[in-house]
């Protein structure tokens, strides 16, 4: 639900359905890397950063691109 917020430019829509995933969710790790891409979306760049710190931190899926994408902003 999330990912379709996201795509049709809802941004908020997005952050509420991403940040109702539980850490216990398979889909957590996910979820973190698209509420870091809605908000960026929304124009929230402190809240971006702080997930994509911790991500990058992390072994895992995307923590390359959040590398890059904090080296970006």
Known sequence: MGNSH????QAGDAI??????EPS????AD???YLALAYLKAEKRAECT???????????LYQ??????????
Do not use: P
């Open 25 to 28: 969710s398979n889909y957590y």
């Open 50 to 60: 702080n997930i994509l710190t911790s991500i990058s931190s992390q072994s895992g």
């Open 64 to 73: 390359q691109k959040a590398k890059k994408l904090l080296g970006e902003l």
């Open 6 to 9: 996201l795509q049709l430019n």
């Open 16 to 21: 509420q359905s991403f940040t109702q995933i």
């Open 31 to 33: 979820a973190q890397w």
